[in-house]
């Protein structure tokens, strides 16, 4: 072969491999645009919640929004489809973690071309896609709707077949001005908390939020630790015995009883550290108050801007309910659990050290459930008239939601004897400490309890049986109550509230124990 043949033979194989690598390139980059069409495709969240007739009770019963709406439609449906978009919008303002208006309104859909719908799809006499019903989530489940029924609470909507008109309709129920272009925490509609005394119901979702949180941060930042572990298990001993929710009284038990395992005494060393691949250990993995939580949202504490509000008022919303539900000789027990608590746990420094003066200030024990609450109403005041005055110097308060010396006038005028005005513009304030005490344990007691009342969750869930299951044994270190306040290790065949009860009031019987538990 010439040489000149050979390097025309050269030059093609080299221009094929040239060819060959521009047309793979040219493919991967194809396959690369598709993944990033694919991949924006995904990214694409439906904010309306899917129902179908397994889940549909369990989900409205369950929601802590106030109104819900339920879209019939079938997948196969043209109009169904060009209208979720539409639809989208709207549940865009209410539904999810991100929610601008979160708590008013849950917005569902079900797919009546499903077999599993058919009955649930009956119910509601679905006679065309799509369908939307309004009313109060408690009375879709288990309910329906016939067109001639007259009283019933829910309601056919006629008139919302475009985001506009759909939210124009809610408007209208409501009463509100919401846009579709509005954005988080820019909401000027948020209910107040100065004068509807109802309104605190709403917060039982927010103590639910605020646990799941402390014990978050708790985990964050590897606060267990073996000075500490006492501290936390007297806090759990209390939310068992006295959380105004159920799910996290019976999320404390399980963490109580199993604590031992769930937080060894070296479980943040080196060599625990390497055994386990969560930063947070096994606790980390424990829902302390069931799978609906966190929801990624408050209620009665949420704020104005996003940094106002939400933990610290959930936090010690659930520090006044647990102060009004205990009783008499549980008092100064309460009292060193919850300072040692704050002191321990709450990461904000300043916020800690000044929460542990106050408790540092008192000198002789509670006698009194009653001494105990308005021990801590008296605290809370301090801590609002401290940072009152901090954010008007610096202007970091919620203008929706100032701090105030509490309760007002509006929510408790027998409260109240008479007021003054002091030189820094702080109220002093003569006060009925017996109606203020009335006033707490209305408010953080049964008006809290209200609304999950309705919905059953503040009934009795464990049974005595449930309770041996629940709390059978423990190494746990406990705290008993006494002047001396000594840390002692106990082994207590009915858990660390039993060995609580047990040490402090040997002369009761354990079924009186049961009784009180079963009472909260």
Aim: charged share 20%; hydrophobic share 40%.
């Amino acid at each position: 072969m010439s040489m000149s043949k050979a390097s025309v033979i050269l030059i093609v194989i080299v221009l094929l491999l040239i060819s060959s690598k521009e047309a793979a390139s040219i493919q991967s980059g194809s396959r690369s645009i598709l993944r990033a069409v694919s991949s924006e495709n995904k990214a694409q969240v439906d904010y309306a919640v899917d129902l179908n007739s397994t889940n549909f009770d369990a989900v409205l019963r369950d929601t802590p929004a106030a109104h819900a709406i339920v879209e019939f439609f079938a997948h196969w449906c043209p109009a169904c489809r060009n209208y979720k978009p539409h639809y989208e919008k709207v549940a865009r303002l209410f539904n999810g973690p991100d929610a601008v208006h979160p708590g008013i309104a849950l917005m569902t859909r079900v797919d009546c071309a499903l077999k599993i719908n058919n009955k649930l799809c009956d119910k509601f006499s679905v006679s065309h896609y799509p369908m939307l019903f309004w009313g109060p989530p408690s009375k879709f489940a288990s309910g329906g709707w016939e067109p001639k029924e007259e009283k019933s609470e829910i309601h056919f909507i006629d008139d919302g077949r475009t985001a506009e008109r759909l939210l124009n309709w809610i408007n209208k129920q409501l009463g509100s001005s919401y846009g579709l272009d509005d954005e988080k925490f820019e909401n000027e509609h948020l209910p107040s908390n100065i004068s509807d005394l109802g309104q605190i119901a709403r917060a039982v979702y927010d103590v639910e939020e605020a646990t799941f949180f402390a014990f978050e941060i708790i985990l964050e930042h590897k606060m267990i630790k073996p000075h500490t572990r006492a501290s936390l298990i007297k806090f759990l001993q209390l939310l068992v015995a006295h959380h105004p929710s159920k799910r996290c009284r019976k999320g404390s038990a399980e963490v109580l009883v199993n604590f031992d395992d769930l937080c060894p005494p070296d479980m943040w060393s080196p060599d625990k550290q390497e055994a386990v691949s969560d930063e947070k250990g096994m606790l980390g993995n424990f829902q302390i108050c069931g799978k609906e939580v966190p929801r990624g949202y408050w209620m009665f504490c949420r704020g104005s801007k996003n940094d106002t509000r939400g933990f610290s008022c959930g936090l010690w919303v659930v520090l006044h309910s647990l102060s009004v539900r205990i009783e008499d000789g549980e008092s100064q027990f309460a009292f060193t659990t919850v300072c040692d608590f704050i002191n321990n746990f709450f990461i904000c420094e300043e916020c800690r050290q000044h929460f542990y003066q106050m408790c540092s200030s008192v000198t002789a024990p509670f006698n009194t459930s009653r001494d105990f609450a308005l021990w801590l109403w008296s605290t809370h005041n301090k801590v609002n008239e401290r940072l009152m005055m901090e954010e008007a110097s610096v202007g970091t308060g919620d203008p929706k939601f100032p701090k105030i010396i509490w309760p007002p006038k509006q929510l408790c005028s027998s409260c109240h004897r008479s007021s003054n005005h002091r030189e820094n513009g702080v109220g002093q304030v003569d006060w009925n400490l017996n109606e203020v005490y009335k006033f707490l344990t209305g408010y953080y007691g049964e008006t809290l309890a209200s609304l999950y009342k309705e919905k059953d969750r503040l009934g009795d869930e464990v049974t005595d049986g449930a309770i041996a299951d629940l709390v059978a044994s423990t190494n746990a270190v406990v705290v008993p109550v006494g002047a001396a306040l000594a840390i002692a290790l106990a082994s207590c065949a009915f858990g660390a509230l039993a060995c609580y009860w047990r040490s402090q009031q040997k002369n009761r019987k354990y079924y009186h124990q049961l009784h009180s538990l079963k009472n909260i």
